[in-house]
T-cell receptor, first 118, second 114 residues
Framework: NAGVTQTPKFRVLKTGQSMTLLCAQDMNHEYMYWYRQDPGMGLRLIHYSVGEGTTAKGEVPDGYNVSRLKKQNFLLGLESAAPSQTSVYFC?????????????????FGEGSRLTVL | RKEVEQDPGPFNVPEGATVAFNCTYSNSASQSFFWYRQDCRKEPKLLMSVYSSGNEDGRFTAQLNRASQYISLLIRDSKLSDSATYLCVVNDPLSGAGSYQLTFGKGTKLSVIP
């Protein structure tokens, strides 16, 4: 089972270059998220999507754009990369929790994409 | 800003020891709570959910105190394979019906020593 797949897994960029990270999930999940993880900072939410065609800003959205044209894919774009965007990026997906709170809350993560901006 | 605070550690404990991690959260509207485990250079994975009545899964026990906005994880009889970073995670409702986000603590690093 593929689960959540992120591509690329590693990338080195120069300042000012653009790139797109692709997240694909085959679990028919509605909710998808992009996080970044930096040493000492924990996981911080960049953008999220609660369904196909919808996106919203998270805690640290500046410098990033996203699109969810298909339910299974969530793209994260860097229009003009900066050294501050050097990080490990994780995509995650899940079903929305039902109204009767069954308390699963399990996010399924991809393996991460390590981005270095020089 | 919603906060989830954890002691960063590291906790260095011998095999067989009992170790406890604590976590506090700032949003009283938070609805559900979890512990995730993250191995070095890997993605986080769900360890266990935390229920109001407390719950146990083998050597792991999770407790929640809503009044104090406090969550704990107890690991008994530590194994070398328990070495990892443990993330406290809180589910916060967002504006928009049914939408929510998970807020992660920065994690507590555990090293179990032979």
């Amino acid at each position: 089972n593929a689960g959540v797949t992120q591509t690329p897994k590693f990338r080195v960029l120069k300042t000012g270059q653009s790139m797109t990270l692709l997240c694909a999930q085959d679990m028919n999940h509605e909710y998808m998220y992009w996080y970044r993880q930096d040493p000492g900072m924990g996981l911080r939410l960049i953008h999220y999507s609660v369904g196909e065609g919808t996106t919203a800003k998270g805690e640290v959205p500046d410098g990033y754009n996203v699109s969810r044209l298909k339910k299974q894919n969530f793209l994260l774009g860097l229009e003009s990369a900066a050294p501050s965007q050097t990080s490990v990026y994780f995509c995650a997906s899940t079903f929305p929790l039902p109204t009767e709170w069954t308390n699963t809350g399990e996010l399924f993560f991809g393996e991460g994409s390590r981005l270095t901006v020089l | 800003r919603k906060e989830v605070e954890q002691d960063p550690g590291p906790f260095n404990v011998p095999e067989g020891a009992t170790v406890a991690f604590n976590c506090t959260y700032s949003n009283s509207a938070s609805q559900s709570f979890f512990w995730y485990r993250q191995d070095c250079r890997k993605e986080p994975k769900l360890l266990m959910s935390v229920y109001s009545s407390g719950n146990e899964d083998g050597r792991f026990t999770a407790q929640l105190n809503r009044a104090s906005q406090y969550i704990s994880l107890l690991i008994r009889d530590s194994k070398l394979s328990d070495s990892a970073t443990y993330l406290c995670v809180v589910n916060d409702p967002l504006s928009g019906a049914g939408s929510y986000q998970l807020t992660f603590g920065k994690g507590t690093k555990l090293s179990v020593i032979p």
